[in-house]
């Protein structure tokens, strides 16, 4: 991992977790506390999905975050924002600068019809895994939030999921702007580049602020 991930880091660290390849978390973030996520070894994309944690049924909206932002790539200085408008998190640093809005995430039922395989681990599974102590279910994945996933738009419209720009080291940190749930699934995919088609670890680290 790049020094720089860990050495520039400002204020008490209250976790610091390494997540395995293909594996979810979740925590509650108190207002002002920072997530980062740093990419340990490149290419790796992490799906992301936020709650305003004292009422889940606010929660991360795509749509009105990429019209906030007015693009589809986001980066330092955007927010994260719910359906009712509020920021939820900022991106406070971002050392890739290419990460997904429009993706979403992989499931066993998607890679069943776009690759022909049955029962594949997913984000979508790692999400309900991640969300089950919270009393969160199905209906509470939305759209979600790929970080280090590279979803380029052609002029005419067409799409396509291709290699991450990220590179080992490479981190985004975020701000909580009040009481967050955040939830991550490290993703399993191994059926198209968004992972290098090989998934690594990642790590946490949530500091209280300065």
């Known amino acids: 991992m790049g020094s720089g991930a860990v050495g520039n880091l400002v204020g008490r660290v209250v976790e ?3 997540v395995p390849a293909g594996e979810p978390w979740a925590r509650v973030l108190k207002p002002g506390q920072t997530l980062r996520i740093v990419d340990l070894e490149g290419q790796q994309a992490v799906d992301f999905l936020c709650y305003n944690a004292a009422n889940p049924e606010e929660r991360y ?3 009105d975050t990429m019209k906030y932002a007015k693009t589809i790539f986001l980066t330092r200085g955007h927010g994260i924002y719910s359906d009712l408008g509020r920021r939820l998190l900022t991106i406070v640093e971002d050392t890739c600068g290419r990460h997904d809005t429009i993706g979403g995430c992989c499931s066993a039922e998607s890679n069943e019809l776009r690759y022909g395989v049955k029962d594949t681990p997913s984000c979508r599974a790692n999400f309900l895994r991640a969300l089950a102590p919270f009393g969160l279910g199905k209906t509470d994945i939305v759209a979600n939030l790929n ?11 067409s799409m396509g999921i291709v290699d991450g720009l990220s590179t080992p080291g ?3 940190d975020l701000r909580a702007e009040m009481e967050v749930l955040a939830v991550i699934s490290n993703c399993p995919q191994t059926r198209n580049p968004c992972n290098g088609f090989h998934p690594t670890p990642i790590r946490l680290i949530v500091t209280d602020p300065s």
């Open 16 to 18: 610091d977790r390494v």
């Open 61 to 63: 909206n795509a749509a």
């Open 147 to 157: 970080f280090f996933m590279n979803v380029p738009v052609a002029g005419d419209g």
């Open 170 to 172: 490479d981190y985004v």
